[in-house]
Antibody, heavy 122, light 110 residues
Framework: QIQVVQSGAEVKKPGASVKVSCKTS????????LSWVRQAPGQGLEWMGW????????NYAQKLQGRVTLTTETSTTTAYMELRNLRSDDTGVYYC???????????????WGQGTLVTVSS | QSVLIQPPSASGTPGQRVTISCAGS????????VYWYQQLPGTAPKLLIY???QRPSGVPDRFSGSKSGTSASLAISGLRSEDEADFYC???????????FGGGTQVTVL
């Protein structure tokens, strides 16, 4: 059974950094990409970036370039998302998502973590 | 502001058909597959439609997807109370080299 389990809620002050972990199990960690998607309170979904656990390749949303870093640790099948220089509008739920390949250039967000609430407040 | 534009809300009575639109551009919907996700309150999103019009196993055939040019649609036929949720369209954008989501449509069953 595939599981994606994220770390707990965080409260940070503006200007600080946050690092959220995502522990995966039940599949070959290096075979599938991982994306991070966030959702501000009462708002829609926003894709933040993607990482390949196989080679460590990353692709970040232009809006977050320079502030976000995605990493993986193969030995523990864990992924990490670090967001720096936090602002109040970074408050929201952050999801780690394992992708699946549906063939012919099709990829979908199949296995979602439970989400991690990050609150940025002074 | 989302680059994929959805109406903020839609509603219908039980048994009715509801359609949700998703407007994009040539760099996303015009060239790539469209996906639809359903998010029930307090839960993570769940895939409803992939490859524009395909349903994963377990998704009822009441849900259907389509695309024309740079716009896509999700139709829910035989609306049921358990369909009350937020629905999001998504597509890869070639210009941004990243995924885009629509702003979401809240469906209410009257």
């Amino acid at each position: 059974q595939i599981q994606v389990v994220q770390s707990g809620a965080e409260v940070k002050k503006p200007g600080a950094s946050v690092k959220v972990s995502c522990k995966t199990s039940g599949y070959s960690f290096t075979d599938y990409g991982l994306s991070w998607v966030r959702q501000a309170p009462g708002q829609g979904l926003e894709w933040m970036g993607w990482i390949s656990p196989y080679k460590g390749n990353t692709n970040y949303a232009q809006k977050l370039q320079g502030r976000v870093t995605l990493t993986t640790e193969t030995s523990t099948t864990t992924a990490y998302m670090e967001l720096r220089n936090l602002r109040s509008d970074d408050t929201g739920v952050y999801y780690c998502v394992r992708e699946s390949d549906c063939g012919g250039g099709c990829y979908w967000f199949q296995h979602w973590g439970q989400g991690t609430l990050v609150t940025v407040s002074s | 502001q989302s680059v994929l534009i959805q109406p903020p809300s839609a509603s219908g009575t039980p048994g009715q058909r509801v359609t949700i639109s998703c407007a994009g551009s040539n760099s996303n919907i015009g060239k790539n597959y469209v996906y639809w996700y359903q998010q029930l309150p307090g839960t993570a999103p769940k895939l409803l439609i992939y490859k524009t019009n395909q349903r994963p196993s377990g998704v009822p055939d009441r849900f259907s997807g389509s695309k024309s040019g740079t716009s896509a649609s999700l139709a829910i036929s035989g609306l049921r109370s358990e369909d009350e949720a937020d629905f999001y369209c998504a597509a890869w954008d070639d210009s941004l080299s990243g995924w885009l989501f629509g702003g979401g449509t809240q469906v209410t069953v009257l």
